[in-house]
Protein backbone atom coordinates (compact mmCIF):
# COMPACT_ATOMS: atom_id res chain seq x y z
CA UNK A 1 0.00 0.00 0.00
CA UNK A 2 1.64 3.27 -0.99
CA UNK A 3 1.49 6.89 0.44
CA UNK A 4 -1.50 7.67 -2.14
CA UNK A 5 -3.78 4.72 -0.58
CA UNK A 6 -3.02 6.15 3.19
CA UNK A 7 -4.97 9.48 2.40
CA UNK A 8 -8.88 9.73 4.00
CA UNK A 9 -10.63 12.72 2.23
CA UNK A 10 -13.28 14.38 3.89
CA UNK A 11 -16.34 14.59 3.17
CA UNK A 12 -19.38 15.39 5.16
CA UNK A 13 -18.65 14.10 8.03
CA UNK A 14 -15.81 15.57 10.46
CA UNK A 15 -12.27 14.00 10.78
CA UNK A 16 -12.47 13.80 14.53
CA UNK A 17 -9.15 15.75 15.46
CA UNK A 18 -8.65 17.52 11.44
CA UNK A 19 -11.74 19.36 11.67
CA UNK A 20 -10.26 22.14 8.77
CA UNK A 21 -7.69 19.66 7.01
CA UNK A 22 -8.64 18.68 3.38
CA UNK A 23 -7.03 15.36 4.52
CA UNK A 24 -5.34 13.32 6.64
CA UNK A 25 -2.54 10.75 6.28
CA UNK A 26 -1.09 8.05 8.14
CA UNK A 27 2.72 7.53 8.74
CA UNK A 28 4.38 4.90 10.82
CA UNK A 29 1.51 2.92 11.38
CA UNK A 30 -0.04 4.98 14.28
CA UNK A 31 0.76 8.80 13.26
CA UNK A 32 -2.03 11.05 11.62
CA UNK A 33 -1.15 14.08 10.28
CA UNK A 34 -3.55 16.74 9.10
CA UNK A 35 -3.39 18.08 5.98
CA UNK A 36 -3.71 21.44 4.79
CA UNK A 37 -3.09 23.69 1.45
CA UNK A 38 -0.05 26.33 1.72
CA UNK A 39 -1.42 29.92 0.98
CA UNK A 40 1.26 30.62 -2.17
CA UNK A 41 1.14 34.71 -1.99
CA UNK A 42 3.63 35.13 -4.61
CA UNK A 43 6.62 33.02 -6.81
CA UNK A 44 9.83 33.79 -8.19
CA UNK A 45 10.80 35.86 -5.71
CA UNK A 46 14.31 37.88 -6.59
CA UNK A 47 16.34 38.75 -3.92
CA UNK A 48 19.68 39.06 -5.58
CA UNK A 49 19.35 42.92 -5.29
CA UNK A 50 19.11 42.83 -1.67
CA UNK A 51 22.61 40.67 -1.24
CA UNK A 52 25.94 41.47 -0.04
CA UNK A 53 28.07 40.57 -3.28
CA UNK A 54 31.35 40.14 -1.04
CA UNK A 55 29.86 37.13 0.25
CA UNK A 56 29.20 33.97 -0.58
CA UNK A 57 26.34 32.02 -0.82
CA UNK A 58 25.04 28.67 0.77
CA UNK A 59 24.27 25.75 -2.39
CA UNK A 60 20.48 26.96 -2.45
CA UNK A 61 21.00 30.49 -1.78
CA UNK A 62 20.62 32.04 -5.13
CA UNK A 63 16.86 30.75 -5.78
CA UNK A 64 14.34 31.38 -7.31
CA UNK A 65 12.06 31.75 -4.51
CA UNK A 66 8.38 31.86 -3.31
CA UNK A 67 6.52 32.75 -0.74
CA UNK A 68 3.90 30.86 0.92
CA UNK A 69 1.99 30.16 4.50
CA UNK A 70 0.08 28.48 6.23
CA UNK A 71 -3.25 29.32 8.14
CA UNK A 72 -3.85 25.81 10.63
CA UNK A 73 -1.60 25.21 13.96
CA UNK A 74 0.26 28.21 13.73
CA UNK A 75 0.76 28.21 17.47
CA UNK A 76 1.23 24.34 17.62
CA UNK A 77 4.62 21.78 17.90
CA UNK A 78 5.42 18.83 16.68
CA UNK A 79 5.89 17.10 13.20
CA UNK A 80 4.98 18.40 9.82
CA UNK A 81 5.16 16.86 6.53
CA UNK A 82 5.21 18.24 3.13
CA UNK A 83 2.91 16.18 0.10
CA UNK A 84 3.58 16.69 -3.57
CA UNK A 85 1.00 15.62 -5.92
CA UNK A 86 -0.20 12.60 -2.74
CA UNK A 87 3.91 11.67 -2.27
CA UNK A 88 5.30 11.67 0.58
CA UNK A 89 8.56 14.33 0.25
CA UNK A 90 10.00 15.46 3.92
CA UNK A 91 9.22 15.42 7.24
CA UNK A 92 10.61 17.71 9.67
CA UNK A 93 10.02 19.33 13.38
CA UNK A 94 9.52 21.81 15.34
CA UNK A 95 9.88 22.56 19.01
CA UNK A 96 8.60 25.96 18.83
CA UNK A 97 5.36 26.84 16.86
CA UNK A 98 4.75 25.67 13.24
CA UNK A 99 4.56 29.42 12.32
CA UNK A 100 8.01 29.86 13.14
CA UNK A 101 8.90 27.40 11.05
CA UNK A 102 7.08 27.56 8.35
CA UNK A 103 5.83 31.08 7.96
CA UNK A 104 9.01 32.76 9.18
CA UNK A 105 11.10 29.89 8.17
CA UNK A 106 10.65 28.15 5.17
CA UNK A 107 7.67 30.21 3.68
CA UNK A 108 9.70 33.82 2.84
CA UNK A 109 13.54 33.64 2.53
CA UNK A 110 15.43 36.89 3.46
CA UNK A 111 19.38 37.50 2.19
CA UNK A 112 20.36 36.99 5.62
CA UNK A 113 19.51 33.05 5.03
CA UNK A 114 21.19 32.98 1.62
CA UNK A 115 25.26 32.97 3.41
CA UNK A 116 27.35 30.46 4.00
CA UNK A 117 29.12 30.90 7.23
CA UNK A 118 33.18 32.14 6.89
CA UNK A 119 35.47 34.33 7.79
CA UNK A 120 35.97 37.73 6.77
CA UNK A 121 39.23 40.06 7.65
CA UNK A 122 39.34 37.92 10.60
CA UNK A 123 35.64 37.86 11.50
CA UNK A 124 33.26 35.07 11.81
CA UNK A 125 30.36 36.01 9.96
CA UNK A 126 27.43 33.58 10.24
CA UNK A 127 25.68 31.79 7.69
CA UNK A 128 21.90 31.58 7.05
CA UNK A 129 19.52 28.84 6.89
CA UNK A 130 20.41 26.90 3.57
CA UNK A 131 17.46 24.15 4.58
CA UNK A 132 15.08 26.72 4.49
CA UNK A 133 16.61 28.13 0.98
CA UNK A 134 16.19 24.36 -0.28
CA UNK A 135 12.73 23.68 0.88
CA UNK A 136 11.80 27.03 -0.55
CA UNK A 137 13.11 26.90 -3.96
CA UNK A 138 11.85 23.18 -3.88
CA UNK A 139 8.63 23.91 -2.93
CA UNK A 140 8.48 27.04 -5.56
CA UNK A 141 10.21 24.42 -7.99
CA UNK A 142 7.03 22.14 -7.53
CA UNK A 143 4.93 24.93 -8.05
CA UNK A 144 6.03 25.82 -11.51
CA UNK A 145 5.73 22.35 -12.55
CA UNK A 146 1.67 22.49 -11.44
CA UNK A 147 1.89 20.13 -8.84
CA UNK A 148 -0.42 19.85 -5.70
CA UNK A 149 1.46 20.73 -2.29
CA UNK A 150 -0.28 19.91 0.88
CA UNK A 151 1.53 19.98 3.95
CA UNK A 152 0.43 17.91 6.75
CA UNK A 153 0.42 18.57 11.16
CA UNK A 154 1.23 15.45 13.51
CA UNK A 155 0.74 18.33 16.49
CA UNK A 156 3.22 17.31 19.69
CA UNK A 157 2.14 20.50 22.03
CA UNK A 158 2.64 17.81 25.22
CA UNK A 159 6.12 16.38 24.30
CA UNK A 160 9.48 17.03 25.17
CA UNK A 161 12.14 18.17 22.46
CA UNK A 162 13.62 15.12 22.47
CA UNK A 163 10.53 12.74 21.82
CA UNK A 164 9.56 14.59 18.77
CA UNK A 165 13.52 14.73 17.06
CA UNK A 166 13.24 10.73 18.12
CA UNK A 167 9.86 10.42 15.89
CA UNK A 168 10.91 12.53 13.27
CA UNK A 169 13.92 10.52 12.57
CA UNK A 170 11.85 7.24 12.82
CA UNK A 171 9.71 8.43 10.07
CA UNK A 172 12.55 10.10 8.17
CA UNK A 173 13.82 6.50 8.11
CA UNK A 174 10.94 4.33 8.12
CA UNK A 175 10.46 6.40 4.87
CA UNK A 176 13.85 6.69 3.02
CA UNK A 177 13.28 10.45 2.66
CA UNK A 178 16.88 10.61 2.93
CA UNK A 179 17.64 8.76 -0.08
CA UNK A 180 13.52 9.01 -2.00
CA UNK A 181 12.82 12.43 -0.41
CA UNK A 182 13.54 16.17 0.07
CA UNK A 183 15.65 15.29 3.47
CA UNK A 184 18.98 15.27 3.56
CA UNK A 185 21.78 12.81 6.31
CA UNK A 186 21.11 14.50 9.62
Known amino acids: MGINDRFRRKSNNNITNCPTSVATIELGGKYTFCLHEIDVLDKDIDISDKLDNSRKL ?9 IFRINN ?31 NGYGRIYARNCYKTEIIGGEKHSG ?23 IGFYVM ?13 FLIDKYDLDRFGWNKKR
Open 58 to 66: NEYGDGPFC
Open 73 to 103: HLKDKGLYCYIVNGELKYIGETCKTYEDRIN
Open 128 to 150: GQSTNCRINSLVNEELHNGNDIL
Open 157 to 169: NDSNDGEIKSLES
